[in-house]
């Protein structure tokens, strides 16, 4: 039973370059959601789809995008790239949007890098 | 809005002493309660989690939390220590209607010495 996957594990960019992180849910599930780890802090939350759209968005600005795609895999898009986005960027996915009860499966990570 | 607050951005223990790690939240409506661990390099793993019924929770690696109402609180315990337990435990809340978001705390970076 395949877990969340992500790609890639490492990525490094420079100021102002765009970026694609990408997702595949556990087998089973349809909703991804995207969080942003900084170094030495908690996962905060970037936005949420299901059913191929945006359900939820945290206090992220438009230069964030995602999609998902009717296989449920997701991607996370970062434009006009700042030094203040490196962080690990975390893919978590669940069954059912509206199912607060239920857990996220979480990937390992892709660990951003802007220089 | 709903918050997470973990007392204590490091905690040692010695290995097979108790493992006590604080987590209080926020939230104006009954929340669903989560500890994470994330491992050097890894993503977030599930210990327990707290939805309704029965507020002492037992977990993996065992692990248990116990939800207090009065207390607002979730922490969570060990019996005793093992060295594989050195890691950063993460608490989080997510409410009905929330559409299962978490609202992590800043993390707990556990420190087990021989």
């Known amino acids: 039973d395949a877990g969340v996957t992500q790609s890639p594990t490492h990525l490094i960019k420079t100021r102002g370059q765009q970026v694609t992180l990408r997702c595949s849910p556990k087998?089973?599930?349809?909703?991804v959601s995207w969080y942003q780890q900084a170094l030495g802090q908690g996962p905060q939350f970037i936005f949420q789809y299901y059913e191929e759209e945006e359900r939820q968005r945290g206090n992220f600005p438009d230069r964030f995008s995602g999609h998902q795609f009717p296989n449920y895999s997701s991607e996370l898009n970062v434009n006009a790239l700042l030094l203040g986005d490196s962080a690990l960027y975390l893919c978590?996915?669940?069954?059912?949007?509206?199912?607060?009860?239920?857990?996220?499966?979480f990937g390992d990570g892709t660990r951003l890098s802007i220089l | 809005a709903q918050s997470v607050t973990q007392l204590g951005s490091h905690v040692s223990v010695s290995e097979g002493a108790l493992v006590l790690l604080r987590c209080n939240y926020s939230?104006?409506?009954?929340?669903?309660l989560f500890w994470y661990v994330q491992y050097p390099n890894q993503g977030l793993q599930l210990l327990l989690k707290y939805t309704t019924g029965a507020t002492l929770v037992k977990g993996i690696n065992g692990f248990e939390a116990e939800f207090k109402k009065s207390e607002t609180s979730f922490h969570l315990t060990k019996p005793s220590a093992h060295m594989s337990d050195a890691a950063e435990y993460f608490c989080?809340?997510?409410?009905?209607?929330?559409?299962?978001?978490?609202?992590f705390g800043t993390g707990t970076q556990l420190k087990v010495e021989l």
């Open positions: 939230s104006s409506v009954p929340p669903y």
């Open positions: 087998s089973g599930h349809d909703t």
């Open positions: 978590a996915s669940s069954l059912g949007m509206g199912n607060s009860n239920q857990p996220q499966h």
């Open positions: 989080a809340v997510s409410v009905t209607g929330g559409g299962n978001k978490l609202t």
